[in-house]
């Protein structure tokens, strides 16, 4: 088994290094981020399998795992990745949430510990085979010297090692033997062929009997003796700052125990939540908006509006970046010119459970208990405010009610305002910070607005030969302590790269991120949720003009932009081979869409009750590498689906002179169960890696859906929400 993680005493220089690091100082030559930020924690105490891999001696399994649960059931995948190599029994496979120690559990994509990107399964592919094929060896080698027997004859089977000899033993008869064996340096692994567990549907949620029964543990579930709940009252407008506040009203609230001021607000403790809202309602603030963003989101709109036709200039630091451009640069003297606008709101996160963090800070102990979606990030931000090494951050991973991108951010907004209370309060008391749920609508982040001009000129045989197209929208990386170079890739994700584009002769496409003071962030899907939309609902538009079957049109589009499309074709074969007909009374509407790797195309049985879309049934075709889990990638699909579909017949944050108008679900609607289309998904046969599911799925029905309306009503989609208030 493993011994517990310890502490250590840093050493001088170590505490110079990674202050230096916090404070954006260079790198030390041979460091990497990772080493740095876990200066402070102890790496040297996991068992003889290796940090992912505990075997108990009853011979059961536990698979540690770096990447949060929260909704998306990646415990299940990454834990049948070591079980497949390792051959170990299913049925005694468990899994358990990693200390947060970015030298060790990493994330390979990012080079720091966090989930994100549907990189769960992606990044940990290598790296866990490796994992389970090592662990496996090594109980070989121990059966074999038991045995006097070559290795090459041993066998492992639902974790019962075996001989043809009839000797046989379990993991846990040989653990003591096997924990003295050196791990091979590039253990062997298992040919796709020889899987008897990946892509079966023997791969189910580890996590779905105790988040049934109530016993997974939120961080709402977390009592600790002694502990202080505490909430924040927020500026009404972002970028406004505490100016002063009364608190005599608050602190005659029973059970308020003191209100304090914190950087983004009036923080106030309690006994309880009932108490800690009474009293943070009691306060009265009087905030400083001199830099707070004021306009409308109808007036930031229009400025998008105005610098993509040209008719304003950007403002200072700002410039419009190239994002594609080939052929000639001048457009084509003749042709059929289609053009359209394109208008996307901001969106909220909207997750199921409100953001919260348990912070403990003083009396030797920094200790954080919540949902962290991006560990690294969150050691970092408590770290500079409670002034102590990275690494030597605890953080205990709990469960979380859905994130969607929210959980991750540069700033750890939510979690800095835990630690600063818990500072604040010292000695190692414990403080729960609880949002509610108009907190998290008004005083969080959101996915941009967006707004994409295209002009499409099509040659004598109706594709197109001259693309233009401007991107306007808020940059994600801006904050980031890594800032992309130039255009923010996230931005144009999808448009830039297009098979479209690459079937086109010219392309003049371009991209500008214009600052505002409304918080952005990722949210699932990330850049795909705009310009999937885009492109797939302007490709319909492009083969009604042309008098072509949007189906065929794509595939024409396909074989003109080669082999890069080949996933994309499959896709939308399958897709189009399983829906067959529409129902009488229904029309179908398709949508092709590559992201985080993987391509999914989905046709979409719409029809209009009462002038409002209804959505009856969605087949879904995906192409995501090596299927580890069919029956959770069916079920990403069809969360993703339900997601995308509520955000695209909805889903809107609106501001009023910088003030957000929906606070909590009564004006920001989501789609209701009943509404809820029949998702099928199939997945393309594939060899390659794996690649993304838990967001591929959100972005492609809003065009789908978009696309099953032009059929129908010969009206072309110009903005989101379709069901407007």
Known sequence: ????????????????????????GALLVGCSPADLLSIGADTRHFGPFGPFIRIEPDGAVTVVSKHIEFGQGNHAGLAAIVAEELDADWDKVKVVQAPAIAKVYANLGFGFQGTGGSSAIANSWPQLRAAGAGARAMFVQAAAGRWKVPAGEVAVKNGVVSHASGKQATFGDLLADAAKEKPPATPTLKDAKAFTLIGTDRVRRKDAEAKSTGTARFTQDVHLPNMLTAMVAHPTRFGGRVKSFDATAAKKVPGVVDVFEIPTGVAVTASSSWAARQGRDAVTVTWDEAKAEKRGSDAILASYHALASGRAQPAKGDKWEVFDVHGASHAPASGKVVEALFDFPYL?????????????????????????????????????????????????????????GRRANFQSDYVAECVHIAKHVGGGRPVKLVWTREDDMTAGYYRPLTHHTVKVILGADGFPVHWRHRVVTQSLAKGSPMPAKGLDPSAVEGVKGSPYLAATAVVDGQAITPDSGVPVLWWRSVGA????????????????????????YRRALYAKAGPSAARHLAALNLAVEKAGKAMDGWTQGVAVHESFGSVVAQVAEVRLDGGVPKVGRVVTAIDCGVAISPDQIAAQMEGGTCLGLSAALYGQITLKDGVVDQK??????????????????????????????????????APAVANALLAITGKATSSLPLVKT
């Not at 088994?1 to 954006?24: C, D, H, L, Y």
């Open 664 to 701: 909590n679900f009564d004006a920001y609607r989501v789609l209701r169960m009943k509404e809820a289309p029949n998702v099928e998904t199939w997945i393309v046969p594939s060899a390659n890696k794996p690649s993304g599911v838990g967001e591929p799925g959100t972005a492609v029905i």
């Open 1 to 24: 088994m493993n011994a517990p993680v310890k502490s250590f005493t840093p050493s001088r220089r170590e505490m110079i290094v990674v202050s230096a690091a916090a404070a954006g």
């Open 348 to 404: 909220a996160h909207a997750t199921m459970e409100p953001m919260n963090c348990v912070a403990e800070v003083g009396g030797g102990k920094t200790k954080l208990t919540f949902g962290s979606q991006i560990p690294t990030l969150d050691q970092l931000n408590t770290a500079k405010i409670a002034m102590v090494l990275p690494g030597s951050v605890e953080i205990e991973t709990l469960f979380a009610g859905g994130s969607f």
């Open 529 to 552: 949720t705009h310009t999937a939309f885009v492109m797939e609902h302007m490709v319909d538009q492009l083969a009604r003009a042309a008098g072509k079957d949007p189906v065929d």
